[in-house]
């Protein structure tokens, strides 16, 4: 049983990059699944959430309108597509699973190790 963020890599600001979160031994469905994100120093930060029963989205401040999150229940899958990426969007960007959107740390019960997003020039 685990969860697996991929996708990650390095890109200039303003561009894009689509991030994965794979599920093994277990179904997505119907648990929220929600992406986190941490600087070294620190604390990880919710970014953003999407239901697992009506498929509802929330975001963050900074990376509404630019991220986007999305679930393919058939392939037992989730991404974070973020666009126009800013230099303070450079994290470990993480995916985990709940009972529901919570927006934080708790409740979250299964974690993906993390994939590194670097945003320079």
């Known amino acids: 049983v685990q969860l697996q963020a991929s996708g990650g890599g390095l890109v200039q600001p303003g561009g894009s990059l689509r991030l994965s979160c794979a599920a093994s031994?277990?179904?997505?469905?119907?648990?929220?699944i929600s992406w986190f994100r941490q600087v070294p120093g620190k604390e990880r930060e919710a970014i953003s959430c999407?239901?697992?029963?009506?498929?509802?989205?929330n975001y963050i401040d900074s990376v509404r309108g630019r991220f986007t999150i999305s679930r393919d229940n058939a392939k037992n899958t989730a991404h974070l597509q973020m666009n126009s990426l800013k230099p303070e969007d450079t994290a470990v960007y993480y995916c985990?699973?709940?009972?529901?959107?919570?927006?934080?740390?708790?409740?979250?019960?299964?974690w993906g190790k993390g994939t590194l997003v670097t945003v320079s020039s």
């Open positions: 031994g277990f179904t997505l469905n119907p648990w929220s």
């Open positions: 985990a699973t709940g009972a529901s959107c919570t927006m934080n740390s708790v409740g979250m019960d299964k």
């Open positions: 999407i239901s697992g029963s009506d498929g509802h989205t």
